[in-house]
C-alpha cells in the first residue's frame, strides 16, 4: 500500500479559500441586486444598492401582498410622492383624476373641506341671497302652479317654489327683476276661484292672483346648507 502525503503551503490554502468566498459573493449581489425575482420572499434588510426588480406582488408589513404594492402601517416619505408622475413637486403630486369615497379636507384656511369649496352654502345653479335662503341663478320655463310646485319639490336640497317673503326680500336686494310675473309658493282664494299669487311687472311690492292651470315662470328657493 502506497500512502500519498500532499501539503499545501498556508499561502495557497488562503488563496483557494479567498477565491471561494469572492464567488459566493459574487452570487448572493447577482441574486440580489438588478435581476428579476419570483420568489415569494425575499430578505432586503441588509439593504440592496441599485435596482430591485419584482415580477409579483411587493408586501411591506405582510406576507400576502394584494396589489403590486401592498403596505400594511404607516409609509414616512422625507421628499414628494408622485402618482401617474415621475417629477412631483408638492408633498402628494397626483397626475390624473382622484377617486374618494369620503370628504377631503385641509387644516389651513379654518378647516376647509372639499365639499365647502364646490357647495360653500348654496348649490351651483343656485344664489346666496344674504338673508339664510338660496334662489335659482335661472328661471324655469313657464308652468301651471302646480308643475312649479312638484318641480321645485322634487330637485335636491331641500328646494321650493320660493315664499312672498322670499322672493320680496330677493327683489329688494336687486338679485332678481321684477320684471317678470312669477309664481310664488302662496295660495290664495278670493272667494270665487282658486288662484295663485305672483308679482305683478316692475314692481316688487305688488301681488297679484291667477289661475293656478295658466303658465308663469317660477323660481325655486333653499335654505342654507
Not at 308643475?147 to 315664499?163: F, H, K, M, P, Q
Not at 309664481?183 to 311687472?201: D, E, K, L, P, V
Not at 316688487?204 to 342654507?224: A, M, R, Y
Request: one cysteine or more; hydrophobic letters at 35%; a negative charge.
Amino acid at each position: 500500500m502506497v500512502s500519498i502525503n500532499i501539503k499545501f503551503s498556508n499561502r495557497v490554502l488562503y488563496t483557494f479559500i479567498a477565491v471561494v468566498v469572492a464567488i459566493l459573493f459574487s452570487v448572493l449581489v447577482y441574486a440580489v441586486a438588478g435581476v428579476s425575482h419570483d420568489a415569494t420572499e425575499i430578505d432586503l434588510s441588509a439593504g440592496v444598492s441599485g435596482d430591485a426588480i419584482f415580477n409579483g406582488n411587493v408586501g411591506i408589513g405582510t406576507s400576502s401582498p394584494q396589489s403590486s404594492l401592498d403596505v400594511a402601517g404607516d409609509a414616512i416619505f422625507n421628499g414628494n410622492v408622485g402618482i401617474g408622475t415621475t417629477s412631483p413637486t408638492q408633498k402628494l403630486d397626483v397626475s390624473g383624476q382622484i377617486h374618494a369615497t369620503g370628504n377631503i379636507c385641509s387644516d389651513t384656511s379654518g378647516g376647509a373641506c372639499l365639499s365647502d369649496i364646490i357647495y360653500p352654502d348654496c348649490p351651483l345653479s343656485s344664489v346666496d341671497t344674504g338673508y339664510g335662503f338660496c334662489l335659482d341663478k335661472s328661471d324655469f320655463s313657464a308652468d301651471t302652479w302646480y308643475n312649479a310646485e312638484a318641480i321645485c319639490a322634487s330637485r335636491a336640497n331641500g328646494e321650493r317654489l320660493c315664499t312672498l317673503t322670499e322672493w320680496h326680500l330677493a327683489c329688494e336686494a336687486g338679485i332678481i327683476s321684477p320684471a317678470l310675473t312669477t309664481w310664488i309658493h302662496q295660495f290664495n282664494s278670493n272667494g270665487q276661484a282658486t288662484t295663485a299669487g305672483y308679482f305683478a311687472t316692475g314692481d316688487c311690492n305688488t301681488v297679484g292672483q291667477n289661475d293656478p292651470t295658466s303658465s308663469l315662470n317660477f323660481k325655486c328657493c333653499s335654505d342654507i346648507r
